[in-house]
Structures are given as C-alpha cells and as structure tokens.
C-alpha cells in the first residue's frame, strides 16, 4: 500500500518575513506533495519557477525530533517539476515519526530562497488501521473486532492510572497505541525503522507505542503487561523531559515493569535460580543497557523490577523523584542514589538481596572472599612450613 500526503494544509510558514522581498517575489513553488510505501522509498515532488535564473536547487528533510538532517541537490526538468525518490531500504526513519521538508532555491544574483516547511507522518502504511480513543490515549490495530479495540483501551487507561500512582502526571497529548497481531509484524516494522526488538517497544519523544498482542483467550494478560509498560515508558519521558536518556536502564525499566498491570510470575524464580547459583548481577552493572543475551536479559529486567518496587516501598513516590530528580541533572548512578535516597546504590543494592530475597549477605561475602583467604593462607603458610622444615633439619644434625 502506497500512501498520498497532501499537505497543503500541514504547511507551516518558516523565514517568512526574513526573506529578501526580491526573491520572495520571484521565486513560486507549487504542487507540493509526498508519496511513499513503508519500509520502500519516499517520492518528493514540487514544481519550482522563478523569474530570476536558479542555479541550485535543494531538498532539506528531517525527523522532526532529531538532527540528522539530509541535504539533497535536485534538478528541474524544463517545465520547474522536480522530483525525487529516497530510498528506505538503505537509510531508515523511524516509523511514526514525523518528517519536516522544504525546498531551498539559489538564484543567480545571489539571493537564496527558502521555502515553506511541509510535514507529514511516516506512518506503517502496510495494514488497515483501525482506531479508537477515550482520554488521553488512542488505540490503533488491525486484527480482531470492536471487544478487542475496547479491552486495549480500558487497559490502556487503567495502566495511565497505575503509573501515576507511582508518579503523578498528567499524560498530555494522547498516547498512540499501535498493536499489531503478532510479533513477527512489530519486528519486521521496527528492523524496518532501524531497531530489532520483541514484543514491545516505545518511542517515548513521539507519544507512540507499539506491542504485538493476537486477539485470543490469552490476549488479557498480554495486554495487562505489554500496554502499561510501554506506556509508562512514554510518561516518564514526558515527566523528565530529555533528560530521559540520563536515567539508569534499571529505573526505566523498573518503573515500566512495577506499572505493568499482571506482574509477570517468572521473574522471581528467575531471581531465585540466580540466587542459588550466584549469578546474580550488581544493579550498579543495570545501568547501562541491559544484556543483549536474552537469559541475561531476562534477569536484568527481573532485578530492575525487584529493586525499583522495593525502593518504593521503603521510600515511597517521593523517594522515586528523587532518583529522577538527581539522575535527570546528570548525576551517575552511585551519587545520584545517595543523593536522592541518603544511601549509596551498593548499599541499596545489599540491602534489596537481603530484605526482599532473604540473601545471607555474611554467607555471600564468604563465598566471594574464599579464593582470596585460600591464596593468603598459602601464602602464609608456604613460609611457615620452611621454617619448620629448617628447624627439623638443624635437630637432625
């Protein structure tokens, strides 16, 4: 499916009145407009004239919420039509953004003219989207019927409701859920766009989520955990505002997690194995992205859930923003927790193992120092026996 943007009406009006009157006056761009298939290519057209002679002619585009922004030289052909095809297959954009345009002319008597900026939504124009929305959220899908669109929505809005029991926000502009039907779907969208991921996945400066959920007897529990999670990834975003990329990976997702609507029951016996066998790793390593092994993963997201609601029942909502608070100002992970919380996130670390999963902490630590005690007693003794055998030696004599 190929898809038309008309965008006569999205235009938004840049250097207006900086334009020298001169070639403002000369210059006419006309039948604007953008064709493209998802995942394929964008069609550009424009229709440029100008009573000056033009000796360059460019397309600037971008996403709008980023800064990679693509300056392409263009020709006209006899009649001012110019057109040009950008190849997605090559050089991807992310799916649902939004994509500003404009045409950039220089004339020969050295003036430059700059056009009116166009936009439209790149949107996954490969299904039939359907779309219903109540509050502050809008549920698009694809697969199943009006029971299933309205269970995604009630979800959707019991998970608002459940995040801003943990922060207290209001959503703004409303959240865009995308829920395709399965997650062969979401993933080929999302490689599409330059990402590979599973089952859920956030664009939180775009309001919009995407999580594959297939209408069936299961489809309860996949919504209850995939929406609020995604969801909250969103509303955290709008609360620290671009800050959002200085929090720890084990807040975001601890938070995400503890607002998911049905807590998912193997995350704890995920912590209990890594208990037993000692594989358990530091939050302090949590910071950074997670594992890209997907066990290892799977239990760094077990942790971060863990660890974040046993922060919020020890120190409340006011003890989360004030992690947020330190960690959206730049401070890195150990200060910023002992900052907000009084106490060194090693410390936090100790104290989670031992109260939440009943961890002997002086067990551990003689686990973890007996190769050093077995190397300082050979050391020790490997003199020691010298001794001896010298002085058994001397007796002999």
């Known amino acids: 499916m190929r898809r038309l943007v008309y965008l006569l009406v999205m235009a938004v009006f840049l250097f207006g009145y900086a334009r020298p009157a001169q070639a403002q006056e000369a210059v006419r761009v006309t039948d604007v407009g953008v064709q493209y298939g998802f995942g394929e290519q964008i069609t550009f057209r424009a229709r440029i004239q100008s009573s000056i002679p033009i000796t360059d002619i460019s397309l600037v585009f971008r996403d709008e919420r980023e800064e990679n922004t693509r300056v392409i030289p263009l020709q006209a052909n006899a009649d001012g039509e110019v057109v040009y095809r950008y190849d997605l297959t090559g050089s991807v954009l992310r799916p649902f953004a939004t994509i500003l345009f404009w045409f950039q002319v220089s004339l020969q008597d050295g003036q430059t003219y700059t056009d009116t900026r166009y936009r439209f939504q790149y949107a996954d124009d490969r299904f039939p989207w359907q779309m ?3 509050d502050d959220v809008r549920v698009h899908w694809y697969d199943g019927d009006e029971a299933f669109a309205q269970a995604a929505l009630d979800t959707a809005r019991s998970g608002l409701q459940a995040f801003q029991s943990l922060i207290p926000i209001e959503a703004g502009a409303p959240v865009d859920v995308f829920i395709y039907a399965s997650p062969a779907d979401l993933q080929n969208t999302l490689y599409l766009g330059g990402q590979s991921w599973v089952a859920g996945h956030a664009s939180p400066d775009l309001g919009v989520v995407m999580v594959s959920i297939a209408p069936s007897s299961q489809q309860s529990i996949a919504m209850r955990q995939q929406i ?20 720890p990976t084990w807040l975001q ?21 890594a208990l037993e066998n000692g594989t358990l790793m530091p939050i302090a390593d949590l910071c950074d992205p997670f594992p890209r092994d997907a066990s290892r993963a799977f239990l760094a997201y077990a942790e971060a859930a863990s660890f974040t609601r046993y922060l919020h029942d020890t120190y409340g909502t006011s003890g989360l923003d004030a992690l947020l608070d330190a960690y959206a100002d730049g401070l890195a992970c150990e200060p910023g927790a002992a900052r907000a919380l009084g106490v060194s996130l090693t410390q936090l670390d100790y104290r989670w193992r031992e109260v939440v999963l009943g961890e002997n902490l002086f067990g551990a630590a003689a686990r973890n120092l007996l190769p050093y005690l077995i190397i300082f007693g050979l050391v020790l003794f490997a003199p020691l026996w010298g001794a001896v055998a010298v002085m058994r030696g001397r007796k002999k004599k």
Do not use: C, K, Q, T
């Not at 969801?231 to 200085?246: F, I, Q």
């Not at 997702?253 to 503890?258: D, H, K, L, R, T």
């Not at 607002?259 to 016996?269: A, C, F, K, Q, V």
């Open 132 to 134: 219903r929305e109540a």
């Open 228 to 247: 609020p999670h995604e969801l909250a990834h969103v509303l955290l975003y709008r609360y620290v505002g671009e800050s959002y990329d200085r929090l």
């Open 253 to 273: 997702e601890g938070i995400a997690s503890i607002s998911e609507l049905y807590p998912n029951p193997d995350y704890r016996r995920a912590l209990d194995i």
